[in-house]
């Protein structure tokens, strides 16, 4: 269904920790995408608004895909494959 989208800024957040989305009165449905980088991060919130029958097949997601959480954290770690922190992204969505 056609829609009007809103998306949220990509942050980086430990799973564990994520602080969860509401809709509230303004919004239809929210999606929380994850990913290693924002541009992950924001085709997950797409896809799943997808599968949602969103129509949300013409936003441009022009979210940097090279940045990563460690980038972010401010330590250094040894190995990426020992970071356990991901980017989230909300993406908002409400019939027109």
């Known amino acids: ?24 009165h303004e919004w ?5 995408g994850v990913g290693e980088t924002p541009y992950r991060a924001v085709e997950d919130a797409l896809d799943q608004a997808a599968q949602n029958e969103w129509e949300v097949n013409e936003i441009i997601n022009d979210y940097d ?11 250094e770690c040894l190995d990426n494959a020992d970071c356990e922190l991901l980017y989230h992204c909300e993406l908002y969505v409400r019939r027109v």
Do not use: L, W
């Open 65 to 75: 895909d090279e940045a990563t959480p460690c980038n972010e954290c401010g330590e």
């Open 28 to 32: 239809d449905e929210v999606f929380v």
């Open 1 to 24: 269904m056609k829609c009007e989208v809103s998306i949220g800024t990509p942050f980086v957040e430990h799973p564990q920790y994520y602080r969860g989305a509401s809709v509230m």
